[in-house]
């Protein structure tokens, strides 16, 4: 039998709804979502970044629709695309329709500034419906309801969630359920207790995001706290990662939190040391070049960089693959045996050699065909 790896608590229990091709909420897998910097009235350079997105493995794709302009991109987009597509719509609720009409596997809708969202709610769910199409109710922290400013002072979890069960109701009373949740706010604290608020109050799919996090270094922070505990709770059925980087780097934090938390198949994994006054190599120099080496390796591979003889040995010795390093050389550990020891110099080299052996001995992960690294 396939060994079932081990998580910190159960899902939570979410009802499924469909994205596209993707299915969000009950058992699928939390599912990877990004968006777009491109203009997307540039239709090749926002095609090109979905793809790049695809590549690095995004589930899902927001799109940006600010005008009419972008509107009228929307359906060669969404059928070119080779993950689902949600249009993302502020303030224009004649743009909800349209992102419908264009194909558009969702749409992300954000109660607080559409202009009397709460009247169209009826006719957005009728059409909705008869396409096929979800959406995401997207409280937001920048962005919330007035009124419920006035009442609580600030953007509380209280009024987040407040906000999002009562657009909720509004959809359920017109009998459409094809929809998912968000309660973004920039403070990781606000953002998880929002969060747990709103679980408690219905089986909603939510759509896990700590809003403008920040530069990538404090954004990545900030996300993987709050989704770490968010997650490691069972709440959370997709996720975004909002940073001020490239959006491959919001796919790859969003993958790397999840194989952490192992609710994604571990793929590759560089263990080493932090290096101390006992390390007799260039330990950092050693880790940084093995994982550029190894970079887009997809397979589930764990290789041991370490520095002393304290630790290296048998941490090398726990990997698939290892070295346990000192006085200018290394022993290169396969699978918990010694095969060879090799002077600094040729450390890196042999380990990319037997990285590449190993995966290409490996069957099909569950992203595919094992991808051999070349040096």
Same mark, same amino acid.
């Given at each position: 039998?396939p060994?079932?790896?081990?998580?910190?608590?159960?899902r939570?229990?979410?009802?499924?709804?469909?994205?596209?091709?993707?299915?969000?909420?009950?058992?699928a897998p %939390?599912?990877?979502? +990004?968006?777009t910097t491109?203009?997307?009235?540039? *239709?090749? $350079?926002?095609?090109? #970044? /979905?793809?790049?997105l695809?590549?690095?493995?995004?589930?899902?794709?927001? %799109?940006?629709?600010? +005008?009419?302009?972008?509107?009228?991109?929307?359906? *060669?987009? $969404?059928?070119?695309? #080779? /993950?689902?597509?949600?249009?993302?719509?502020h303030?224009?609720?004649?743009? %909800?329709?349209?992102?419908?009409?264009?194909?558009?596997?969702?749409?992300?809708v954000?109660?607080?500034?559409?202009?009397k969202?709460?009247?169209?709610?009826?006719?957005?769910?009728?059409?909705?419906?008869?396409?096929g199409v979800?959406?995401?109710?997207?409280?937001?922290?920048?962005?919330?309801?007035?009124?419920?400013?006035?009442?609580?002072?600030?953007?509380?979890?209280?009024?987040?969630?407040?906000?999002a069960?009562?657009?909720?109701?509004?959809?359920?009373?017109?009998?459409?359920?094809?929809?998912?949740?968000?309660?973004?706010?920039?403070?990781?604290?606000?953002?998880?207790?929002?969060?747990?608020?709103?679980?408690?109050?219905?089986?909603?799919?939510?759509?896990?995001?700590?809003?403008?996090?920040?530069?990538?270094?404090?954004?990545?922070?900030?996300?993987a706290?709050?989704?770490?505990?968010?997650?490691?709770?069972g709440?959370?059925?997709?996720?975004?990662?909002?940073?001020?980087?490239?959006?491959?780097?919001?796919?790859?934090?969003?993958?790397?939190?999840?194989?952490?938390?192992?609710?994604?198949?571990?793929?590759?994994?560089?263990?080493?040391?932090?290096?101390?006054?006992?390390a007799?190599?260039?330990?950092?120099?050693?880790?940084?070049?093995?994982?550029?080496?190894?970079?887009?390796?997809?397979?589930?591979?764990?290789?041991?960089?370490?520095?002393?003889?304290?630790?290296?040995?048998?941490e090398a010795?726990?990997?698939?693959l290892?070295?346990?390093?000192?006085?200018?050389?290394?022993?290169?550990?396969?699978k918990?045996?010694?095969?060879?020891?090799?002077?600094?110099?040729?450390?890196?080299?042999?380990l990319?050699?037997?990285?590449?052996?190993?995966?290409?001995?490996?069957?099909?992960?569950?992203?595919?065909?094992?991808?051999?690294?070349?040096?």
């Amino acid at each position: 039998m396939p060994k079932i790896p081990e998580v910190l608590s159960p899902r939570r229990k979410s009802r499924e709804i469909k994205v596209g091709s993707v299915m969000v909420g009950g058992n699928a897998p %939390v599912s990877v979502q +990004s968006m777009t910097t491109t203009p997307t009235t540039d *239709i090749n $350079a926002t095609l090109q #970044q /979905i793809a790049e997105l695809t590549a690095a493995g995004c589930d899902i794709v927001r %799109v940006a629709c600010p +005008s009419r302009d972008d509107a009228e991109a929307l359906p *060669i987009i $969404a059928m070119k695309s #080779q /993950i689902p597509v949600i249009a993302d719509i502020h303030f224009q609720p004649n743009y %909800v329709y349209a992102a419908i009409d264009a194909g558009c596997a969702a749409v992300r809708v954000n109660p607080g500034n559409i202009r009397k969202f709460d009247d169209q709610v009826g006719e957005i769910a009728k059409r909705a419906k008869a396409a096929g199409v979800s959406l995401r109710i997207g409280v937001n922290a920048g962005s919330l309801d007035p009124r419920l400013l006035q009442k609580y002072g600030k953007a509380t979890p209280e009024a987040l969630v407040e906000s999002a069960v009562w657009e909720a109701s509004l959809f359920e009373e017109h009998d459409f359920h094809d929809f998912k949740i968000s309660v973004k706010h920039n403070d990781p604290i606000v953002m998880v207790k929002a969060y747990r608020m709103l679980a408690e109050r219905g089986d909603w799919p939510l759509h896990l995001g700590v809003t403008e996090a920040g530069p990538a270094f404090q954004g990545t922070i900030k996300s993987a706290t709050a989704f770490g505990i968010l997650l490691s709770e069972g709440i959370g059925d997709t996720i975004r990662v909002s940073l001020s980087a490239p959006p491959v780097e919001e796919v790859k934090v969003g993958l790397q939190i999840l194989q952490s938390l192992n609710l994604r198949e571990r793929k590759l994994e560089i263990v080493s040391c932090p290096s101390c006054g006992r390390a007799q190599v260039d330990v950092y120099t050693l880790a940084d070049e093995v994982t550029k080496g190894l970079e887009g390796m997809s397979v589930p591979l764990r290789v041991a960089v370490m520095g002393c003889v304290v630790n290296g040995p048998g941490e090398a010795r726990e990997a698939d693959l290892g070295v346990a390093s000192g006085n200018g050389k290394g022993q290169i550990f396969v699978k918990g045996e010694v095969i060879k020891t090799v002077p600094e110099s040729e450390i890196v080299a042999t380990l990319i050699q037997e990285a590449n052996r190993l995966a290409a001995e490996m069957p099909d992960s569950e992203s595919g065909t094992p991808e051999v690294i070349t040096a």
